[in-house]
C-alpha cells in the first residue's frame, strides 16, 4: 500500500506514521508497522495513528500494541514525560514524590515500570509497589506518603486487550480540569520521542512491600459502624471472587480483620492473570462475570456473593431473594442498600446534624436523593466519573462531613481518605451491612424491598452502543448532534418538559423555551426529564469507544408483594423509551 495515495489515510495520520518509521523508537515497532504498510493493512494503521490517546473521565486507556493510539512502551512514556513536566511546573519549590501502583493485567508490571524510569529520570521521587494492588490503595498512598501525584496501570474491567493509565493529583483524586488537559498539552508538545527521558535513576526509586496495606486496612476496620453485629454474624457465609485481580491482595484479610471468619475465595478465580481464562469480560456488571462464584454459593449455602474487577475498585454483588433464588444486584441497587444501612447508622448513632452528605453522579439513581433528604443528609450530584466526587469532597474538607458516595457503574466509597471508588473498603461494609440486617432477621432482599416502599421503586437500565476506530467516533459525534437538536416531544408515553445539555451548560424549559443555568463543568452529556419523572441520559464514554444511554423511570410502590407487578410496568415503560428513541 503507498500511503501517500490511501484515501484511509490522511495527512495527520501519514504524517504520525512516519514519525514512528523514522524517529527513536526501536526496530521491532518500526517492523510491526512495516507490515501493516506491506499487508495493506490501512484499517489497521487509521486504528494505530488517527489519533493520540488521551485523558478522559479514567485517564489513558486503550489497546495494547503500536502506534500512537495504542498502550505501549512510547504512549506511556510521552504521558509520563508530560506529566513530569507538569508537576514540575506546578511543584517548582517542592521535591516531587509519586507513587506508582499496577494491576494483574498483561504487560502492567512493565509499564510501571517504564513510568517509574521516567519519573526518577526527571528527577522525581518514586514510591513503587513492589507487586499489584488495588487502584484504591494507590489513592490512599499519594495522600499518606503526601505525594504531588500518582499513577495506576490498569484498564479496569476493560477486556484483556486493553490496559491503562490512570493519573491522580495530589489530593489522591484522578486529575480533573485543568490539569488533565494541561497534562495532555504537554503531552502533545513532545514532538520527538527522543525528549522522553527512559534513563532509570534507581536512587530516586523506593519500592513499597506490605506496610501501606495495614495502614490501609487500620483506617477501614475504624470506619464500622456496627462490629456488634459482625461478632454475633461472624459465621455468616461469604463467596468472594477477585476476578484474577488484585482484589485479592486485600479483601480477604480485611474481611477477616472486619470479624468474617467464613469467607469462600473462588480457587478457579484467584490467582491473578491478565489473560482472565475463566470470563469473557472480568467485569462484576457482567453476569458471566460471577457465575463460578454462584456456583460456589448454592454448593455451600452462602448468604452473599460479592465479585471485585481486575483492578479492585468496583463490586458486583448477588444476594437470595425471597424464593432463594439467587440474584446479580445492580450498581443502583447496591448503592442504594450501602448508603441507606449507612446514613440510619449514622442516624441511629446521633450522628446526623444536617453538616453530612452523599454525593453521587448525575447518571446514578435518584432514590438516593430521596434516602438523603428523608434523613437530613445533603445529596450532591456531580458529572460522571469518581474524580469529581473526590473533587466535591475536596472542596466541601473542614466544612461538611462526607459519609459515602456511589455511581451506577458499582463504584462506591465509605469515608473521605481514599479519593477514589474503593472495592476493597466496600466489600467490607456491604458484608458488614448484609450482617446488620441478618442479625434482625432481614435479608438484602427484604431491605431492597423495605427502601422501594418507601421512596418509590426506581427501576435503571444501561444500554451501550459500541463503534470503534475514527468512523465510529465520528458516529457518536452525529448521535450526539441529533439528539441535541431533535429532542423527541414525547418518551414512554410522557411529555418531555426539561432538557438538560450539560455542554452548553444550560437547562431548557420545553413549554416555555426558557433556559437556566447547569452549575457543573462543560461535559458532553444530555439528559431528557419527562413529565411523569423518567430521566434518560446519553453520553459518549471518556475511556471506551461507546455511546451510553442511562434509563431511569419510577413508579409507587405500596406493598412488597406487589414488586414484580409493578417492576415489570417499570421495565415496559424503558422498552417503550427505546423504541422511542429509535436505539
Keep these: ?26 526496530e521491532q515497532t518500526k517492523s510491526e508497522i512495516r507490515l501493516m504498510i506491506a499487508e495493506n493493512r490501512d484499517d489497521d494503521l487509521v486504528d494505530s495513528f488517527y489519533k493520540q490517546l488521551e485523558f478522559g473521565t479514567g485517564g489513558l486507556r486503550g489497546v495494547m500494541g503500536v502506534g500512537s493510539n495504542k498502550m505501549n512502551k512510547y504512549t506511556i512514556g510521552a504521558a509520563t514525560q508530560g506529566l513530569a513536566n507538569y508537576l ?10 509519586v507513587a ?13 515500570q517504564i513510568t517509574a524510569d521516567v519519573f526518577s529520570a526527571n528527577g522525581i521521587h518514586v514510591y513503587l509497589f513492589k507487586s499489584l494492588r488495588p487502584t484504591p490503595l494507590l489513592s490512599f498512598t499519594i495522600r499518606h506518603l503526601n505525594c504531588q501525584s500518582g499513577v495506576v496501570v490498569t484498564a479496569s474491567h476493560n477486556p484483556k486487550e486493553y490496559n491503562g493509565y490512570k493519573a491522580y493529583w495530589n489530593d489522591g483524586g484522578q486529575m480533573i480540569a485543568p490539569h ?12 520527538d520521542i527522543s525528549h522522553v527521558k527512559f534513563d532509570r535513576n534507581n536512587s530516586l526509586i523506593t519500592i513499597l512491600d506490605t506496610e501501606i496495606d495495614n495502614v490501609y486496612i487500620e483506617k477501614v476496620k475504624a470506619l464500622s459502624v456496627n ?50 481464562p475463566t470470563v469473557v469480560y472480568p467485569n462484576p456488571e457482567e453476569g458471566d462475570a460471577l457465575s463460578l462464584a454462584i456456583q460456589k454459593a448454592k454448593e455451600i449455602n452462602a448468604d452473599l456473593v460479592m465479585a471485585t474487577d481486575p483492578d479492585a ?26 448508603l441507606y444501612y449507612l446514613i440510619n447508622a449514622w442516624k441511629d448513632a446521633g450522628k446526623i446534624n444536617g453538616k453530612q452528605f452523599i454525593c453521587k453522579t448525575i447518571v446514578t439513581s ?63 461494609f456491604i458484608a ?12 438484602l432482599y427484604d431491605t431492597l424491598l423495605e427502601i422501594y416502599t418507601k421512596h418509590g421503586l426506581y427501576r435503571e437500565r444501561l444500554i451501550s452502543i459500541t463503534k470503534k476506530g475514527k468512523s465510529g467516533a465520528e458516529e457518536i459525534k452525529e448521535m450526539m448532534h441529533n439528539l441535541r437538536s431533535k429532542p423527541a416531544s414525547h418518551l414512554g408515553g410522557s411529555s418531555l418538559v426539561s432538557l438538560m445539555d450539560y455542554d452548553n451548560q444550560e437547562a431548557t424549559d420545553i413549554a416555555t423555551g426558557n433556559k437556566s443555568a447547569i452549575k457543573l463543568p462543560k461535559s458532553d452529556v444530555l439528559q431528557f426529564i419527562t413529565e411523569d419523572g423518567s430521566q434518560i441520559s446519553a453520553r459518549p464514554s471518556g475511556t471506551e469507544p461507546k455511546i451510553k444511554f442511562y434509563f431511569s423511570v419510577k413508579e409507587p410502590l405500596s406493598s412488597k408483594n406487589d414488586y414484580e407487578g409493578v417492576l415489570k410496568k417499570c421495565d415496559a415503560k424503558i422498552d417503550q423509551i427505546i423504541k422511542d428513541l429509535n436505539l
Design 432 to 443: 458488614e451491612m448484609s450482617a446488620f440486617y441478618k442479625d434482625k432477621g432481614q435479608s
Design 313 to 338: 475498585d468496583r463490586v458486583g454483588i448477588a444476594v437470595k431473594d425471597n424464593k432463594g433464588e439467587w440474584i446479580l444486584l445492580n450498581g443502583n441497587q447496591t448503592a442504594s442498600l450501602l
Design 180 to 191: 488533565d488537559t494541561n497534562v495532555i498539552n504537554e503531552v502533545m508538545a513532545i514532538k
Design 227 to 276: 462490629p456488634d453485629a459482625i461478632q454475633r454474624q461472624k459465621d455468616m457465609k461469604i463467596v468472594y471472587t477477585p476476578i484474577h485481580g488484585t482484589g485479592i491482595t486485600l479483601v480477604p484479610e480485611l474481611l477477616k480483620r472486619f470479624g468474617f471468619d467464613n469467607v469462600t475465595v473462588v480457587k478457579e478465580q484467584s490467582e491473578p492473570n491478565g489473560n482472565f
Design 100 to 112: 506508582i501502583a499496577f494491576d494483574s493485567r498483561n504487560n502492567s508490571d512493565v509499564f510501571a
Design 88 to 97: 514540575k511546573k506546578n511543584f517548582v519549590e517542592d521535591s516531587i514524590k
Design 366 to 428: 435518584y432514590i438516593l436523593d430521596a434516602i438523603a433528604e428523608d434523613n437530613g443528609v445533603k445529596c450532591y450530584n456531580v458529572l460522571t466519573g469518581f474524580k469529581f466526587i473526590a473533587d466535591l469532597i475536596k472542596e466541601l474538607e473542614g466544612k461538611e462531613t462526607f459519609i459515602a458516595g456511589g455511581e451506577e457503574s458499582y463504584g462506591y466509597l465509605v469515608g473521605d481518605f481514599v479519593r477514589d471508588k474503593d472495592a476493597v473498603s466496600s466489600c467490607a
Design 1 to 26: 500500500m503507498d500511503l501517500a495515495t490511501s484515501s484511509k489515510i490522511d495527512k495527520a495520520t501519514q504524517e504520525r506514521i512516519n514519525t514512528w518509521l523514522s524517529g527513536n523508537y526501536d
